[in-house]
């Protein structure tokens, strides 16, 4: 009856309005138009984008989209939809996992804990890649972990082989990258002992990479090696350099998950303060402890790992929010024992980062109500124009950040006065509600101002045998939201791949529009060959003579 209820309530907090606000450029379109153009190909072995081979992302969660498609309609909501099904597996997981671990009682903080959590919630009414692929990397390793224990460790093996080779077909062979780590550093934090034999070892191997056989072997069989060097390439460059612009400091995902986490990631900073602290029911389970273990093995192999990566992006750090939300858990478990206090500083940072969220959200309005006055004083071109987007605002809606603010105070009054329980549901329950506030008020309202005007555009052009192509900046919404069609002459994609050659002076065979934002029109502009059709929003529209 426990797991029925929490798939309900999962299912209320990630299904609704998933198709509410366009996909965001460039992670949700690209995912999105690969399903697309699958399904209107009905050529399913091959990731394709603008109907070409796409060798930087394997086909799994690009399938989970076609068959939502298929069966929802090629739109955002089907898009979405797959991740918001793992999001409902992953709070049932927690909870078996959490059972099995301690107690029902535990699995159910972890589950809150989680939704409660802002970056890690919200991941869950994406279309990116990272949820479902965290989801099969970490019972992957829960399988590993499990195999010392059970008195079936040959069928934990095998399943744990089969999840890393889902993750493998999800995101690609940084999931044996994690693996191994996560299993090398366990090994010497367990002084150089471990309880996995080889066998077993050699059984999630086999098992992985016959999982993903299923699609690399077809792929090498049937195209050659060309796919897997040119993936392997791009996977080092992400390493290695900074990619698109995505580049950042050490510490870049260390902040984005105190923040984005919040406020999960504030009850993990208090476990340093009770690492000796033992629990009744954590002393009774080697199990329970060998789990904790792995956690903080895969907390700090994915952190330090994507803190040395070059390409710095903000769901790159994502996997941690297993982990983490797991020893947040393990805290309000312990905080509501009465092991252990929360120090004045805990509380403290709770009530400064949740106040700072809240007036982030609350001044949100201020900069729609009063954008002409803002306007003059940005130096950024392309921003002063999206903030001419025709966005209403109103006074009351500071009431969400208000509300919240106010909310994280009463937690932390009954946080200081002792009232643990009170004050916990106030908090993660508070934080959900406001999620949810500020998915469906302002997140629309914030892509009209940052990509509204584009996506119009190019949804002007769906049913018209055009070209549509943008200028000096990289999309895939062009593709997605023309709902852009195979053929055409041959010389677009022989030609065009880079500079767009054939599309502004060859010899066209359909008539050609272009966009581009406004701080690098001036030379299109100009363009012999270009003539402006409109402006809007940041946004320069141009059509081929």
């Known amino acids: 009856m426990k797991y029925l209820l929490i798939a309900i309530v999962?299912?209320?907090?990630?299904?609704?309005?998933?198709?509410?606000v366009h996909l965001f450029d460039w992670d949700e379109i690209n995912f999105a138009e690969a399903a697309r153009e699958m399904i209107v190909t009905g050529n399913y072995s091959q990731v394709q984008i603008d109907f070409q081979p796409f060798w930087e992302k394997p086909p799994l969660f690009i399938w989970m989209q076609a068959i939502s498609m298929n069966i929802f309609g090629i739109n955002d909501f089907a898009a979405r939809l797959p991740n918001a099904i793992v999001g409902i597996a992953t709070l049932l997981t927690f909870f078996h996992i959490g059972k099995k671990q301690v107690d029902e009682k535990f699995g159910i903080w972890w589950a809150i804990v989680y939704a409660g959590s802002w970056l890690p919630h919200f991941y869950f009414k994406s279309g990116i890649i990272d949820p479902t692929f965290n989801y099969f990397i970490f019972v992957a390793l829960y399988f590993a972990s499990r195999i010392s224990w059970s008195a079936k460790p040959t069928r934990m093996a095998i399943f744990s082989g089969i999840f890393l080779g889902l993750a493998v077909l999800t995101k690609g062979p940084a999931a044996f990258l994690i693996a191994v780590l996560a299993l090398l550093v366990y090994w010497i934090v367990n002084k150089f002992r471990i309880q996995i034999k080889i066998v077993h070892l050699l059984l999630i191997?086999?098992?992985?990479?016959?999982?993903?056989?299923?699609?690399?072997?077809y792929e090498i069989a049937a195209h050659g090696w060309w796919f897997v060097n040119e993936f392997v390439v791009y996977q080092w460059r992400l390493f290695s350099t900074p990619d698109a612009g995505h580049g950042g400091p050490f510490f870049y995902h260390w902040i984005v998950l105190l923040i984005g986490c919040f406020p999960a990631s504030i009850f993990l900073l208090s476990y340093f303060q009770t690492s000796r602290t033992k629990s009744i029911y954590l002393q009774q389970s080697g199990e329970s402890k060998d789990f904790r273990i792995w956690m903080w093995v895969l907390f700090w192999v994915v952190l330090l790992l994507f803190s040395i990566v070059k390409t710095k992006i903000v769901h790159y750090s994502s996997l941690c929010y297993f982990p983490l939300s797991y020893l947040a858990a393990l805290q309000i478990y312990r905080l509501l024992e009465g092991r252990f206090s929360l120090k004045g500083w805990n509380i403290s940072i709770i009530m400064v980062i949740g106040i700072i969220l809240g007036l982030a959200i609350g001044l949100?309005?201020?900069?729609?109500?009063?954008?002409?006055?803002?306007?003059?004083?940005?130096?950024?071109?392309?921003?002063?124009?999206?903030?001419?987007?025709?966005?209403?605002?109103?006074?009351?809606?500071?009431?969400?950040?208000?509300?919240?603010?106010?909310?994280?105070?009463?937690?932390?009054?009954?946080?200081?006065?002792?009232?643990?329980?009170?004050?916990?549901?106030?908090?993660?329950?508070?934080?959900i509600f406001i999620l949810e506030a500020t998915v469906l008020n302002f997140v629309p309202k914030v892509e009209k101002f940052s990509q509204g005007a584009a996506i119009e555009y190019f949804e002007s052009f769906i049913g018209k045998d055009v070209y549509v192509h943008?200028?000096?900046?990289?999309?895939?919404?062009?593709?997605?939201?023309?709902?852009?069609?195979?053929?055409?002459?041959?010389?677009?994609?022989?030609?065009?791949q880079k500079d767009n050659k054939w599309l502004l002076e060859g010899p066209i065979d359909k008539p050609a529009y272009f966009i581009c934002r406004i701080q690098d029109s001036a030379p299109w502009r100009a363009h012999p060959n270009l003539e402006v059709t409109g402006e809007k929003n940041g946004f320069v529209f141009f059509k081929r003579k």
């Open 10 to 20: 999962a299912a209320l907090l990630f299904i609704p309005f998933l198709g509410a």
């Open 205 to 217: 191997m086999v098992f992985s990479l016959l999982t993903t056989a299923l699609w690399f072997g």
């Open 364 to 431: 949100l309005p201020l900069v729609g109500i009063y954008k002409h006055e803002l306007i003059p004083h940005i130096g950024d071109p392309f921003a002063r124009a999206n903030l001419e987007a025709d966005v209403h605002f109103s006074f009351g809606e500071m009431g969400y950040g208000i509300g919240y603010m106010i909310l994280v105070i009463v937690s932390c009054v009954l946080l200081f006065n002792k009232k643990v329980k009170q004050g916990l549901l106030c908090l993660f329950i508070s934080t």
């Open 470 to 496: 943008p200028l000096s900046y990289h999309s895939y919404a062009h593709l997605y939201y023309t709902r852009k069609q195979p053929g055409g002459d041959t010389a677009y994609y022989k030609d065009n």
